[in-house]
């Protein structure tokens, strides 16, 4: 089941005896021009990252090392995604809360993101999203279906 869009993509896979190969080309393997990359790690136990959607910024989440868990609401329905192999990136579009959880020791999460980093993109409060969504359809004009 996709969310609003949101989908994991196989990236291409080169083995090699001597250690394999994955790569992401923006455009290609993500809908979107790659304008910021960051990445999360040592995340000690229990604790949870994101809590926010965007308004316009969409992401590529990539488990480079370890495992984690991305959990995504359109603001009707949420899906957990499961993170665990590097050649596996997670799609997530603009409009969607998202946060991420149940990071394994030494997760580390490769975050490619559509826009640079803008505050104002930011909706960090969940009551304010559900109002959006249930009012607009949209928390950035672009209707949630």
């Not at 989908?7 to 290609?28: A, C, H, T, Y």
């Not at 604790?47 to 959990?71: C, K, M, P, T």
């Amino acid at each position: 089941m996709e969310l609003n869009g949101a989908n994991i993509v196989q990236l291409p896979k080169n083995f090699d005896r001597r250690g394999n190969l994955s790569v992401i080309e923006e455009l290609r393997n993500t809908p979107f021009k790659i304008n910021r990359t960051y990445w999360i790690y040592d995340v000690p136990g229990g604790e949870v990252r994101g809590g926010h959607a965007y308004r316009q910024n969409q992401e590529f989440i990539v488990a480079l090392s370890g495992s984690f868990d991305v959990i995504l609401d359109n603001g009707r329905e949420r899906k957990t995604y499961s993170l665990n192999r590097s050649y596996y990136g997670l799609y997530v579009p603009e409009g969607i809360w998202r946060q991420m959880e149940n990071f394994s020791t030494n997760a580390l999460a490769l975050v490619l993101a559509s826009i640079k980093f803008d505050p104002a993109d930011y909706i960090y409060d969940y009551a304010l999203f559900k109002e959006l969504i249930k009012e607009t359809g949209s928390i950035n004009n672009k209707k949630i279906v």
